[in-house]
């Protein structure tokens, strides 16, 4: 099977940096993806990560260490509108299997 | 560029009555996903089908199947619908490992 843990919450303050972990289970890995939902819309895709290492699109950047099964989202120059729900993915196969979200605040 | 359309956005149905939802994608994506988001639970795979003319169960494919009619469209049906099914409806579709393009979702009540 598969299982991914984030974070149920974070909050930070408008201009700051955060960072959201994840780490999962799986077998048949092949990259961690971030997607974005703010309320009453769709995922979107933020980024991917299938080998080790950062990933830099503008604000955003994610991380991923495949030998210990972890990645996180760094999201820097907070901003009142990056406040929604982030989610991790693993891409398995065919499967995108999602973790629980984590829902971020931001406070001005 | 439409990419990833869903009907219907809403619909409400009684308890032990059937419904189709629909997908269609025009990005000529091999795959696509069907999920239900509950809150607290995060997006939850039902059925998802690799290629035109396969598909296969996600993590909760009880009381649901699925038609891959053509290369475009993914439909979900819910064959008698329960309170529990209750729940928000993404559709998906991506081409290879990497990103994801989601419909805007159906909001389905089962009461």
């Known amino acids: 099977g598969q299982s991914l843990e984030q974070p149920s919450e974070v909050t930070a303050v408008e201009g700051a940096i955060v960072q959201i972990n994840c780490t999962y289970q799986?077998?048949?890995?092949?990259?961690l993806s971030w997607y974005q939902q703010h309320d009453g819309g769709a995922p979107t895709f933020l980024s991917y990560?299938?080998?080790?290492g950062l990933e830099e699109t503008g604000r955003f950047s994610s991380f991923l260490s495949r030998s210990d099964s972890y990645g996180y989202l760094l999201l820097q120059e907070l901003q009142m509108k990056d406040s929604a729900s982030y989610f991790c993915a693993v891409n398995r196969d065919d499967k995108i299997i999602f973790g629980k979200g984590t829902r971020l605040h931001i406070l001005p | 560029n439409a990419g990833v359309t869903q009907t219907p956005k809403f619909q409400v149905l009684k308890t032990g009555q059937s419904m189709t939802l629909q997908c269609a994608q025009d990005m000529n994506h091999n795959s696509m996903y069907w999920y239900r988001q509950d809150p607290g639970m995060g997006l939850r795979l039902i059925y998802y089908?690799?290629?035109?003319?396969?598909?296969d169960k996600g993590e909760v494919p009880n009381g649901y199947n699925v038609s891959r009619l053509n290369k475009r469209e993914f439909s979900l049906r819910l064959e008698s619908a329960a309170p529990s099914q209750t729940s928000v409806y993404f559709c998906?579709?991506?081409?290879?490992?990497?990103?994801?393009?989601f419909g805007q979702g159906t909001r389905l009540t089962v009461v």
């Open positions: 799986t077998s048949g890995f092949y990259g």
């Open positions: 990560n299938a080998l080790d």
């Open positions: 089908s690799a290629s035109e003319g396969t598909t």
């Open positions: 998906a579709s991506r081409q290879s490992n990497g990103e994801a393009f």
